[in-house]
């Protein structure tokens, strides 16, 4: 149905010259900024420098001569030239250009310069008492060069027109983290400061183009939003006032150390920025100035919300009353990723637009890949759709970056502002709404208010605020918005209620919630205090109700002010001094007087001033009552008349009060009414229950005329005839109940199995039947755990599915984690009860158990953020999944030293630490801390997670340093997966399949990663041997000498004495049978389900070719030994062996066998290993061995049942040959380490623990990662006379004949160990081959997969 317009509705767009001014005078008139800041000599202003450490004689004035430069764009000259009227006419000329990321620059320069500790704290804080690395703005003062010169290389290399200070984290609340809380003032002074001076430096070169400091105010590592507490959704780690405390004094400083510009940047949570603008608001309130704001927000994922749920919409609609000059996006996402976010805000944004996207997504290593003109390219979308104003570069970005987006951005035009069009009202939740657009459920050009969040409009949201409820009270505001309320009304006015208290709790639990805080709220209450409070809790645009002039013009005013400064619309109710407006001239008369004041004097947007010309009760029978709704009706169109742009509201239940407990006689009145006032007058907004709401098609005729004489007053007996249909709808009700009329009941997830209906209730984020359900489902299994680890979990890796993808966002995680927290807690009595009758059982007495023991739980898991890193909102939100599910988590804070953590897992004997990090260099703290637990002899897992990390950083890097079948390194992609990880880890049953399948899968992916790196960096040969790895052969000698020298044949082996040392799972995965996880390896792959029943025949047709085979002997084992005198060469490259002691002695060596060196660069502190490091220089009675050994007979098996044209045993065969070789090779290692050289011989290993390698030494091959040269195959074979003695022979190739053949070298000592050679540079190809004296260019082709270079 079309909307009442009037007059103003069709007055036509014009252009926008400028973007939406603030209100103050020096903004609209353009006021320069004198700079003279030195003059600021506010209360407030001067607290703050009273503050500094930097004392009194500081410099603070930078104003010009008016003379310096030329008048006129494209000059500009500071205190005579208004910076608003610049960055307008530069933003409307060309796409201007922001710089690019601080953060990666300070990482590359620490790569280059190695900054560590001892750097981050200069002599400034060199005696500092706790750990400041990783504290990047402290470096504006303790190493001012490295800014300075970053600001000038963005400048200059570049080509910025504006840059943003180092100040990011310079706020009270994040440096309290590094214990430098007092030095805030002087971080945001000296951030700004040195901008300042390269920005002269810069612009004095070029006059023609000026450039600007941006104050850069970053987000806090604190969330005013989201609740840290998975007990208490209503907890918050900070409050607003807090938040603009702090945000006013970084403010002070930047201005004070010259900033030009401010901007509220990285906005992850949209209350923190609305703090912020508020805090900068006061700032230029008590200092006169005029200084334009940005504002960037983040969203964080592909959902494209930011991390505390809003859409970009609703961001921009909540801090629109700031009047940023510009506002876009940044961080979090590539521009490619952007462009769809960037383009829903391009069309709705009032003032200039900007993006500084991350150089695309981060990489596997935490680092960002695109090159210049990739992200150069990437960004084009954005200037060929004509979307900016300004353009930058966040994560990743380099000057060169910058520079390439320049090129690229010069041929496109910027954006156009919008035209400036009618002026609506746009209010926000999770998402926007636009008033003047909206029409409700039944067609009518209507906001539906929602009442029943109301103490005076719902006895039942009253009983539940009394009994403090708030988990129910939710539903009912939930159940309103998917009845169809647009806004909810919250009102907790009750003389026994402290209302103050309640509202506080009420929204800030409302808004955890997100299918109630995705609409706009409206705070309702009677005091004044209780809005504000409630206000400072809403990180949308909400609606405050009410103020009005009966405390007064000056309060009235005050009051409105302080409104406006938050960014809420308001309702004003029809009374003055004199009290509440009745009839229709007086409604119109308050109503313009306190439209005058709020339009004209405080300059409140009229579109945001909702009036309430009273709403009063018909059908009293008292005559003076009788005109109230016809009153209303014409007063509504009057007010909107004479009062552009405002909404009209009521509370429409007043209106039958009368008639209160027949719904349908109080309905079809409303129906009447509002059809009338809505499309008649213009009414706008209404406080309704929307479930109940009828349409005027809907109201029974008989009712419709009655209805319609109340309303207009057109007959006498209107009152009497109402009343008697009121009577008769009573009595049929009443009728009805004594009828027992069936209820048809509508199909519902309740009507779902048990099971399904908790995966449901975590899904959703629904508490209300959690206890009935998980009491329903434990009668179904055997055990109360088993509920938890079937449909809980079930549910919750859902949730981690969605999330993931984007269809959930956190602040549902959270309220999924809730509802898994409340259903552990129902469960946890009966598992006390299972442990005391297991305790029973085993003769213990339950009461003799100390109750403080960690029993009580699944697990006890530390978490805690790596040195250097200050953020913990991920951690929080693990450590709140994790104790959902009965898990103790230790959560050790921020910036937290190994030592610490090492330490603290000790104290609180931990089963895993888990390791959190936002910042790339966290990434190498990790490491460092994986290094040092493997060197402390911890035996337990490692988690890794958090915004910066992945699971092929972890692979690659982190891995290698821990990881082991026992205490694995698992990345954990979110808080949502964190349970099943941490279940997995701990369960007997799963930990071992679960270990081996992460192996398996970080092995393949290290193995893409190096053979996909394109730019690696390679040491020099002898960098490498100045870095190999080095044994302290005195402190761990070499083993003893071995019991038989020289060269032993084994021939007596057989393959019976073999079976057991077979590993099965190659065999499987030859016939390209994997089950999946928990069911990948063998004995559990005959239980998966797709390839479980094919693997189990196969494995018996197997069993039963070995018994014919044993029995046939139509296969059999054969292989050589042999075990020599050795030492390192005096390179340290090559091993020679010698034949006796005799030999060694004269220095007269049997052979050489040459080995390869790591050369590609590590970013950590590891050696280059080669094998020949294994092995004790000369002076040293150090031995190695090598082996050969085939499977013999394997041919002749072929070629029989190639003859019966059998393929399947044919393959089958081979595949055994293959088993049986690998089985012997596993067989005759041992009896090398226990006999043959008997270094170990009281080692007691079960076969499977031989498989895992769980013994000293080990048994690299030639042609194989530590030693990838066929061509010393050959060296064996005429070392130990392998096809002499053994029979096995070597291809031209080199390829060993039979096929099932194994050789390899044997190195004793306990800290040899395999790794990857990787590829190497030509160096090292060119010694090598001098040393085999082989041509350069044979060698070269020998080695050409690992060549890091083209060949000639």
Same mark, same amino acid.
């Given at each position: 149905?079309?909307?009442?317009?009037?007059?103003?509705?069709?007055?036509?767009?014009?252009?926008?010259?400028?973007?939406?001014?603030? /209100?103050?005078?020096?903004?609209?008139?353009?006021?320069?900024?004198?700079? !003279?800041?030195?003059?600021?000599?506010?209360?407030?202003?001067?607290?703050?420098?009273?503050?500094?450490?930097?004392? !009194?004689?500081?410099?603070?004035?930078?104003?010009?001569?008016?003379?310096?430069?030329?008048?006129?764009?494209?000059?500009?000259?500071?205190?005579?030239?208004?910076?608003?009227?610049?960055?307008?006419?530069?933003?409307?000329?060309?796409?201007?250009?922001?710089?690019?990321?601080?953060?990666?620059?300070?990482?590359?320069?620490?790569?280059?310069?190695?900054?560590?500790?001892?750097?981050?704290?200069?002599?400034?804080?060199?005696?500092?008492?706790?750990?400041?690395?990783?504290?990047?703005?402290?470096?504006?003062?303790?190493?001012?060069?490295?800014?300075?010169?970053?600001?000038?290389?963005?400048?200059?290399?570049?080509?910025?027109?504006?840059?943003?200070?180092?100040?990011?984290?310079?706020?009270?609340?994040?440096?309290?983290?590094?214990?430098?809380?007092?030095?805030?003032?002087?971080?945001?002074?000296?951030?700004?400061?040195?901008?300042?001076?390269?920005?002269?430096?810069?612009?004095?070169?070029?006059?023609?183009?000026?450039?600007?400091?941006?104050?850069?105010?970053?987000?806090?590592?604190?969330?005013?939003?989201?609740?840290?507490?998975?007990?208490?959704?209503?907890?918050?780690?900070?409050?607003?006032?807090?938040?603009?405390?702090?945000?006013?004094?970084? /403010?002070?400083?930047?201005?004070?150390?010259?900033?030009?510009?401010?901007?509220?940047?990285?906005?992850?949570?949209?209350?923190?920025?609305?703090?912020?603008?508020?805090?900068?608001?006061?700032?230029?309130?008590?200092?006169?100035?005029?200084?334009?704001?940005?504002?960037?927000?983040?969203?964080?994922?592909?959902?494209?919300?930011?991390?505390?749920?809003?859409?970009?919409?609703?961001?921009?609609?909540?801090?629109?009353?700031?009047?940023?000059?510009?506002?876009?996006?940044?961080?979090?996402?590539?521009?490619?990723?952007?462009?769809?976010?960037?383009?829903?805000?391009?069309?709705?944004?009032?003032?200039?637009?900007?993006?500084?996207?991350?150089?695309?997504?981060?990489?596997?290593?935490?680092?960002?890949?695109?090159?210049?003109?990739?992200?150069?390219?990437?960004?084009?979308?954005?200037?060929?759709?004509?979307?900016?104003?300004?353009?930058?570069?966040?994560?990743?970005?380099?000057?060169?970056?910058?520079?390439?987006?320049?090129?690229?951005?010069?041929?496109?035009?910027?954006?156009?502002?919008?035209?400036?069009?009618?002026?609506?009202?746009?209010?926000?939740?999770? #998402?926007?709404?636009?008033?003047?657009?909206?029409?409700?459920?039944?067609?009518?050009?209507?906001?539906?208010?929602?009442?029943?969040?109301?103490?005076?409009?719902?006895?039942?949201?009253?009983?539940?605020?009394?009994?403090?409820?708030?988990?129910?009270?939710?539903?009912?505001?939930?159940?309103?918005?998917?009845?169809?309320?647009?806004?909810?009304?919250? +009102?907790?006015?009750?003389?026994?209620?402290?209302?103050?208290?309640?509202?506080?709790?009420?929204?800030?639990?409302?808004?955890?919630?997100?299918?109630?805080?995705?609409?706009?709220?409206?705070?309702?209450?009677?005091?004044?205090?209780?809005?504000?409070?409630?206000?400072?809790?809403?990180?949308?645009?909400?609606?405050?109700?009410?103020?009005?002039?009966?405390?007064?013009?000056?309060?009235?005013?005050?009051?409105?002010?302080?409104?406006?400064?938050?960014?809420?619309?308001?309702?004003?109710?029809?009374?003055?001094?004199?009290?509440?407006?009745?009839?229709?001239?007086?409604?119109?008369?308050? &109503?313009?007087?306190?439209?005058?004041?709020?339009?004209?004097?405080?300059?409140?947007?009229?579109?945001?001033?909702?009036?309430?010309?009273?709403?009063? /009760?018909?059908?009293?029978?008292?005559?003076?009552?009788?005109?109230?709704?016809?009153?209303?009706?014409?007063?509504?169109?009057?007010?909107?008349?004479?009062?552009?742009?405002?909404?009209?509201?009521?509370?429409?239940?007043?209106?039958?009060?009368?008639?209160?407990?027949?719904?349908?006689?109080?309905?079809?009145?409303?129906?009447?009414?509002?059809?009338?006032?809505?499309?008649?007058?213009?009414?706008?907004?209404?406080?309704?229950?929307?479930?109940?709401?009828?349409?005027?098609?809907?109201?029974?005729?008989?009712?419709?005329?009655?209805?319609?004489?109340?309303?207009?007053?057109? /007959?006498?007996?209107?009152?009497?005839?109402?009343?008697?249909?009121?009577?008769?709808?009573?009595?049929?009700?009443?009728?009805?109940?004594?009828?027992?009329?069936? #209820?048809?009941?509508?199909?519902?997830?309740?009507?779902?199995?048990?099971?399904?209906?908790?995966?449901?209730?975590?899904?959703?984020?629904?508490?209300?039947?959690?206890?009935?359900?998980?009491?329903?489902?434990?009668?179904?299994?055997?055990?109360?755990?088993?509920?938890?680890?079937?449909?809980?979990?079930?549910?919750?890796?859902?949730?981690?599915?969605?999330?993931?993808?984007?269809?959930?966002?956190?602040?549902?995680?959270?309220?999924?984690?809730?509802?898994? !927290?409340?259903?552990?807690?129902?469960?946890?009595?009966?598992?006390?009860?299972?442990?005391?009758?297991?305790?029973?059982?085993?003769?213990?007495?339950?009461?003799?158990?100390?109750?403080?023991?960690?029993?009580?739980?699944?697990?006890?898991?530390?978490?805690?953020?790596?040195?250097?890193?200050?953020?913990?909102?991920?951690?929080?939100?693990?450590?709140?999944?994790?104790?959902?599910?009965?898990?103790?988590?230790?959560?050790?804070?921020?910036?937290?030293? &190994?030592?610490?953590?090492?330490?603290?897992?000790?104290?609180? +004997?931990?089963?895993?630490?888990?390791?959190?990090?936002?910042?790339?260099?966290?990434?190498?703290?990790?490491?460092?801390?994986?290094?040092?637990?493997?060197?402390?002899?911890?035996?337990?897992?490692?988690?890794?997670?958090?915004?910066?990390?992945?699971?092929?950083?972890?692979?690659?890097?982190?891995?290698?340093?821990?990881?082991?079948?026992?205490?694995?390194?698992?990345?954990?992609?979110?808080?949502?997966?964190?349970?099943?990880?941490?279940?997995?880890?701990?369960?007997?049953?799963?930990?071992?399949?679960?270990?081996?399948?992460?192996?398996?899968?970080?092995?393949?992916?290290?193995?893409?990663?190096?053979?996909?790196?394109?730019?690696?960096?390679?040491?020099?040969?002898?960098?490498?041997?100045?870095?190999?790895?080095?044994?302290?052969?005195?402190?761990?000698?070499?083993?003893?000498? @071995?019991?038989?020298?020289?060269?032993?044949?084994?021939?007596?082996?057989?393959?019976?004495?073999?079976?057991?040392?077979?590993?099965?799972?190659?065999?499987?995965?030859?016939?390209?049978?994997?089950?999946?996880?928990?069911?990948?390896?063998?004995?559990?792959?005959?239980?998966?389900?797709?390839?479980?029943?094919?693997?189990?025949?196969?494995?018996?047709?197997?069993?039963?070719?070995?018994?014919?085979?044993?029995?046939?002997?139509?296969?059999?084992?054969?292989?050589?030994?042999?075990?020599?005198?050795?030492?390192?060469?005096?390179?340290?490259?090559?091993?020679?062996?010698?034949?006796?002691?005799?030999?060694?002695?004269?220095?007269?060596?049997?052979?050489?066998?040459?080995?390869?060196?790591?050369?590609?660069?590590?970013?950590?502190?590891?050696?280059?290993?080669?094998?020949?490091?294994?092995?004790? @220089?000369?002076?040293?009675?150090?031995?190695?061995?090598?082996?050969?050994?085939?499977?013999?007979?394997?041919?002749?098996?072929?070629?029989?049942?190639?003859?019966?044209?059998?393929?399947?045993?044919?393959?089958?065969?081979?595949?055994?040959?293959?088993?049986?070789?690998?089985?012997?090779?596993?067989?005759?290692?041992?009896?090398?380490?226990?006999?043959?050289?008997?270094?170990?011989?009281?080692?007691?290993?079960?076969?499977?623990?031989?498989?895992?390698? !769980?013994?000293?030494?080990?048994?690299?091959?030639?042609?194989?990662?530590?030693?990838?040269?066929?061509?010393?195959?050959?060296?064996?074979?005429?070392?130990?006379?392998?096809?002499?003695?053994?029979?096995?022979?070597?291809?031209?190739?080199?390829?060993?004949?039979?096929?099932?053949?194994?050789?390899?070298?044997?190195?004793?000592?306990?800290?040899?160990?395999?790794?990857?050679?990787?590829?190497?540079?030509?160096?090292?190809?060119?010694?090598?081959?001098?040393?085999?004296?082989?041509?350069?260019?044979?060698?070269?082709?020998?080695?050409?997969?690992?060549?890091?270079?083209?060949?000639?």
């Amino acid at each position: 149905m079309p909307r009442k317009e009037f007059e103003y509705d069709h007055i036509p767009p014009r252009p926008a010259l400028e973007p939406p001014l603030p /209100t103050s005078d020096v903004a609209r008139n353009h006021v320069p900024n004198p700079y !003279k800041n030195s003059k600021i000599i506010h209360e407030r202003i001067m607290a703050v420098r009273a503050k500094s450490t930097l004392g !009194k004689d500081i410099a603070i004035d930078y104003d010009q001569p008016h003379q310096l430069y030329p008048e006129a764009y494209p000059y500009f000259v500071r205190s005579r030239d208004s910076v608003r009227e610049y960055i307008t006419s530069l933003f409307t000329t060309e796409i201007a250009i922001y710089d690019g990321a601080m953060g990666t620059m300070i990482q590359n320069y620490s790569k280059k310069n190695r900054l560590e500790e001892e750097d981050f704290r200069g002599e400034t804080f060199k005696e500092w008492t706790c750990n400041v690395k990783g504290n990047n703005d402290m470096l504006s003062i303790s190493q001012p060069h490295i800014i300075r010169g970053i600001y000038t290389e963005y400048l200059e290399v570049g080509g910025s027109s504006l840059i943003g200070t180092n100040t990011f984290s310079s706020t009270r609340i994040a440096m309290a983290d590094y214990e430098m809380e007092d030095y805030v003032y002087e971080l945001n002074y000296a951030g700004a400061r040195l901008a300042r001076e390269a920005c002269d430096e810069v612009t004095a070169k070029d006059p023609s183009r000026p450039r600007f400091v941006v104050g850069a105010l970053g987000p806090t590592n604190r969330t005013a939003s989201i609740s840290p507490s998975v007990e208490d959704p209503s907890a918050r780690n900070v409050t607003f006032d807090e938040l603009v405390e702090t945000y006013f004094e970084q /403010t002070v400083a930047l201005v004070d150390g010259g900033a030009d510009i401010l901007m509220v940047e990285t906005i992850f949570d949209t209350l923190n920025s609305k703090a912020a603008l508020y805090a900068i608001g006061e700032y230029l309130e008590c200092s006169g100035l005029d200084i334009p704001i940005f504002v960037s927000g983040t969203l964080v994922d592909q959902s494209g919300r930011t991390l505390s749920g809003q859409t970009g919409e609703a961001f921009y609609a909540s801090i629109r009353h700031s009047k940023p000059m510009c506002v876009g996006l940044n961080c979090a996402l590539g521009a490619s990723h952007m462009a769809p976010f960037v383009e829903r805000l391009s069309k709705c944004v009032e003032c200039f637009m900007h993006v500084y996207s991350n150089a695309g997504l981060p990489n596997a290593m935490g680092g960002y890949d695109e090159t210049p003109n990739d992200m150069a390219l990437s960004n084009e979308v954005f200037f060929k759709n004509g979307w900016l104003n300004m353009v930058g570069g966040c994560c990743g970005s380099t000057p060169l970056h910058i520079a390439a987006i320049r090129e690229v951005a010069k041929k496109y035009k910027p954006r156009k502002l919008p035209d400036i069009g009618r002026p609506k009202m746009w209010l926000s939740g999770l #998402e926007d709404l636009v008033v003047d657009d909206v029409h409700n459920h039944l067609g009518l050009p209507f906001l539906n208010v929602g009442e029943r969040c109301n103490i005076s409009g719902s006895i039942k949201f009253k009983k539940l605020m009394m009994a403090g409820d708030y988990g129910s009270a939710m539903d009912i505001a939930k159940a309103q918005v998917e009845d169809g309320a647009h806004v909810i009304d919250i +009102n907790v006015d009750d003389g026994l209620l402290d209302g103050l208290a309640a509202m506080q709790k009420f929204v800030k639990i409302a808004v955890t919630e997100p299918e109630v805080a995705k609409v706009p709220f409206m705070l309702d209450a009677s005091k004044f205090e209780i809005v504000m409070a409630g206000l400072k809790w809403c990180q949308g645009k909400p609606i405050v109700n009410s103020i009005s002039l009966k405390v007064g013009e000056e309060l009235f005013k005050e009051h409105a002010t302080l409104l406006k400064k938050h960014g809420a619309a308001v309702v004003v109710m029809a009374f003055d001094e004199e009290g509440q407006a009745a009839t229709e001239n007086e409604k119109v008369r308050i &109503c313009k007087r306190s439209y005058d004041i709020l339009v004209n004097e405080v300059r409140f947007p009229p579109e945001d001033i909702v009036f309430d010309p009273n709403v009063l /009760t018909i059908g009293t029978g008292m005559e003076e009552h009788a005109d109230y709704a016809v009153d209303f009706i014409n007063a509504t169109k009057r007010i909107k008349e004479l009062c552009p742009y405002v909404k009209i509201s009521g509370g429409i239940s007043n209106l039958s009060f009368g008639f209160r407990g027949v719904t349908k006689i109080r309905e079809s009145i409303h129906a009447v009414f509002l059809q009338h006032c809505i499309l008649e007058s213009g009414m706008d907004v209404g406080i309704v229950n929307a479930n109940e709401m009828l349409a005027l098609s809907e109201v029974d005729p008989e009712v419709l005329v009655a209805c319609e004489n109340l309303v207009f007053n057109r /007959t006498p007996d209107a009152t009497d005839v109402m009343l008697e249909l009121t009577k008769k709808e009573k009595d049929m009700m009443e009728a009805r109940k004594k009828g027992g009329v069936v #209820e048809v009941k509508e199909s519902s997830w309740r009507d779902l199995g048990a099971s399904k209906r908790l995966e449901h209730a975590l899904i959703n984020g629904i508490s209300q039947y959690v206890d009935q359900d998980v009491e329903e489902a434990r009668h179904l299994v055997g055990k109360p755990l088993e509920v938890i680890e079937g449909p809980l979990m079930d549910g919750m890796n859902i949730v981690g599915d969605l999330f993931g993808s984007g269809k959930m966002f956190l602040p549902q995680v959270i309220k999924s984690a809730r509802v898994m !927290k409340k259903a552990v807690a129902y469960l946890l009595p009966f598992m006390d009860e299972e442990k005391k009758s297991n305790l029973i059982a085993q003769g213990i007495d339950p009461n003799s158990v100390d109750d403080s023991d960690d029993s009580n739980y699944a697990g006890k898991v530390l978490m805690a953020t790596v040195k250097g890193d200050v953020h913990d909102i991920g951690k929080n939100i693990v450590s709140v999944v994790l104790g959902c599910n009965n898990y103790k988590v230790y959560d050790i804070g921020v910036m937290v030293p &190994c030592e610490k953590i090492l330490e603290k897992a000790l104290e609180y +004997n931990v089963d895993i630490i888990g390791l959190s990090g936002l910042i790339t260099p966290s990434l190498d703290e990790m490491v460092v801390v994986a290094k040092q637990m493997s060197k402390a002899g911890f035996k337990i897992p490692l988690l890794i997670g958090g915004a910066t990390t992945s699971k092929m950083h972890t692979a690659v890097k982190i891995a290698p340093n821990y990881f082991t079948d026992i205490h694995p390194v698992v990345h954990v992609l979110d808080a949502s997966r964190a349970v099943t990880v941490v279940q997995s880890l701990l369960s007997e049953a799963n930990k071992a399949e679960f270990i081996q399948d992460l192996s398996e899968e970080y092995e393949e992916m290290r193995e893409d990663y190096y053979a996909g790196l394109e730019d690696r960096y390679f040491l020099t040969h002898e960098q490498a041997k100045q870095r190999s790895f080095k044994i302290d052969f005195d402190a761990v000698p070499p083993a003893p000498s @071995p019991n038989r020298i020289g060269i032993t044949v084994v021939d007596y082996v057989k393959i019976e004495d073999v079976i057991k040392f077979i590993d099965w799972n190659p065999f499987f995965q030859a016939w390209e049978l994997r089950g999946r996880y928990p069911n990948r390896g063998y004995p559990k792959i005959f239980n998966d389900e797709a390839v479980g029943n094919e693997a189990k025949k196969l494995f018996d047709d197997a069993q039963e070719l070995v018994q014919t085979i044993i029995k046939e002997k139509s296969m059999w084992l054969a292989g050589v030994v042999g075990l020599f005198p050795a030492n390192r060469s005096c390179d340290g490259e090559d091993v020679h062996v010698y034949t006796d002691e005799e030999a060694r002695v004269a220095g007269s060596p049997l052979a050489t066998f040459c080995m390869l060196r790591q050369q590609a660069e590590k970013e950590s502190d590891d050696p280059y290993f080669s094998q020949a490091d294994f092995i004790a @220089p000369s002076g040293y009675k150090d031995h190695m061995g090598m082996f050969a050994v085939s499977c013999f007979g394997c041919e002749g098996l072929v070629t029989k049942f190639e003859s019966e044209n059998d393929d399947y045993n044919k393959i089958m065969s081979q595949a055994l040959a293959d088993r049986f070789v690998e089985a012997f090779a596993e067989y005759l290692h041992r009896q090398i380490r226990t006999d043959l050289w008997g270094y170990a011989k009281g080692e007691q290993l079960d076969e499977a623990d031989l498989l895992k390698i !769980k013994y000293d030494g080990v048994r690299p091959a030639p042609g194989y990662p530590s030693q990838p040269d066929h061509t010393e195959k050959v060296t064996m074979w005429e070392t130990i006379k392998c096809k002499e003695l053994a029979g096995i022979i070597l291809s031209d190739s080199l390829s060993m004949m039979p096929a099932a053949s194994v050789s390899a070298l044997v190195f004793a000592h306990p800290q040899s160990q395999y790794f990857a050679v990787g590829q190497i540079g030509k160096d090292q190809v060119t010694s090598y081959a001098a040393r085999k004296k082989y041509d350069l260019d044979k060698m070269e082709r020998w080695l050409s997969p690992i060549l890091s270079y083209e060949r000639d």
